[in-house]
Antibody, heavy 122, light 106 residues
């Protein structure tokens, strides 16, 4: 069965960086886009970007350009997101999610990781 | 980017009551997808391509709509349906989500 297992919660200082992981299993890792989505406490869902592990291609929401860097390791079927220059606005839960390209090119997220809570505090 | 507006923001329904949640897009989209999120857990795909139920979703749920107006309907509210529901469009980049409708049990 498809599983996306994310790394544990992080408490980090303002101005620092953090790298969180998403280990995929149960499917061919290199055949699906992996997306990252942010959810601030009590708020909705915000798309950060995606990586295609097959060739390493990435695309980012303009808002997260320079903030998020997506990478993937095919040998371990793991996707990573590094967040830099952290501020309190980056405190949130971050999800990885697998995208399915549906009919008419309308993509949707069929499997999600359990989420990683990142807390930025001095 | 396409903005999705969900209504109502919050609502409460009694067991057995029919519930309709709506999602309006700022521009026409080809399909709408819906997710259920319970507190402290990750969103689950609930309805995809407007009207198809994801695996394990009870058939009291249905989805409909086209263009800029979409809806999720629960034929008869049950306790386990209390959650937040998000709509999402994937027709145009970036993918966007609505702000969610929190559905509570009355």
């Amino acid at each position: 069965q498809v599983q996306l297992q994310q790394s544990g919660a992080e408490l980090v200082k303002p101005g620092s960086s953090v790298k969180i992981s998403c280990k995929a299993s149960g499917y061919t890792f290199t055949s699906y886009d992996m997306h990252w989505i942010k959810q601030q406490p009590g708020n909705g869902l915000e798309w950060i970007g995606w990586i295609y592990p097959g060739n390493g291609n990435t695309k980012y929401n303009q808002k997260f350009n320079g903030k998020a860097t997506l990478t993937a390791d095919k040998s371990s079927s793991t996707a990573y997101m590094q967040l830099s220059s952290l501020t309190s606005e980056d405190s949130a839960v971050y999800f990885c999610a697998r995208l399915v390209h549906g009919r008419g090119g309308s993509g949707y997220f069929d499997y999600w990781g359990q989420g990683v809570m990142v807390t930025v505090s001095s | 980017e396409i903005v999705l507006t969900q209504s109502p923001t919050t609502m409460a329904a009694s067991p057995g009551e029919k519930v309709t949640l709506t999602c309006r897009a700022s521009s026409s989209v080809s399909y709408m997808h819906w997710y259920q999120q319970r507190s402290g857990t990750s969103p689950k795909l609930w309805i995809y391509e407007t009207s198809k139920l994801a695996s394990g979703v009870p058939n009291r749920f249905s989805g409909s709509g086209s263009g800029t107006s979409y809806s999720l309907t629960i034929n008869s509210m049950e306790t386990e349906d209390a959650a937040t529901y998000y709509c999402q469009q994937g027709s145009s980049y970036p993918p966007t989500f609505g702000a969610g409708t929190k559905l509570e049990l009355k």
